[in-house]
């Protein structure tokens, strides 16, 4: 495709159930970030891959998230047992060969209950 | 004190104006600086890309780095209600996974 996708693009889930996100890079693009945006503020890092590696998972806010890319293009990010603070949008990324520029998809919104 | 600090606004211009959104940082680090604007329940899109200090104009949106103040500007002439959104500026250092920091975002309002 031309740009990021993700999907679901709002996803609403009780509190206590486990969530699963989609991200599909631009074709190609070896690099891939999720953030996680908050109401009124920037995106927040959660996670880095170059290809099929996670190089940095420093932003993950807790072990209830989980990030994988196991053949270097689609990812996945999985929260268990969601809980309120979780609700926010979730934004994927990729990047190509030029440093520092990402492109990004139209997020999800995780509304949890 | 965040990394990145930037003012949300909202900033409100009439049609036709000049804007200038600014961010200021603390990392001297910094190399790569982004402009991103973003539409309400939409994803970030990429405006501007630069790299170091100078200028870098793009139609009727101009990019300043000034790392010596550490302070960048993004001015869009001609403003147009189509140009109301959030603006994003993001920055990265070099080496390592090049990773942006954001400001919080500018909301910007313009009325015709």
């Known amino acids: 495709g031309a740009g990021v996708s993700q999907s679901p693009r709002y996803k609403v889930a009780k509190r206590g159930q486990d969530v699963a996100l989609r991200c599909d890079p631009i074709?190609?693009?070896?690099?891939l970030f999720w953030y996680q945006q908050a109401l009124g503020q920037g995106p927040e890092f959660l996670t880095y891959?170059?290809?099929?590696?996670?190089?940095?998972k420093s932003g993950l806010p807790s072990d209830r998230f989980f990030a994988e890319r196991p053949e270097g293009s689609v990812s996945t990010l999985k929260i268990q047992r969601t809980q309120q603070e979780d609700s926010a949008v979730y934004l994927c990324?990729?990047?190509?060969?030029?440093?520092?520029?990402?492109?990004f998809g139209p997020g999800t919104r995780l509304t949890v209950l | 004190q965040k990394e990145v600090e930037q003012d949300p606004g909202p900033l409100s211009v009439p049609e036709g104006a000049i804007v200038s959104l600014n961010c200021t940082y603390s990392?001297?680090?910094?190399?790569?600086f982004m402009w991103y604007r973003q539409y309400s329940r939409k994803g970030p899109e990429l405006l501007m890309y630069?790299?170091?200090?100078g200028n870098k104009e793009d139609g009727r949106f101009t990019a300043q780095v000034d790392k010596s103040s550490k302070y960048i500007s993004l001015f869009i002439r001609d403003s147009q209600p189509s140009d109301s959104a959030t603006y994003l500026c993001?920055?990265?250092?070099?080496?390592?996974?090049?990773?942006?920091?954001f400001g919080r975002g500018t909301s910007l309002i313009v009325h015709p």
């Open positions: 993001a920055m990265s250092a070099s080496g390592g996974s090049y990773i942006p920091t």
């Open positions: 630069t790299y170091s200090s």
């Open positions: 990324a990729s990047r190509g060969t030029t440093r520092g520029e990402q492109f």
């Open positions: 891959f170059q290809n099929e590696a996670q190089l940095d």
């Open positions: 074709s190609g693009h070896v690099s």
């Open positions: 990392n001297s680090a910094f190399q790569y």
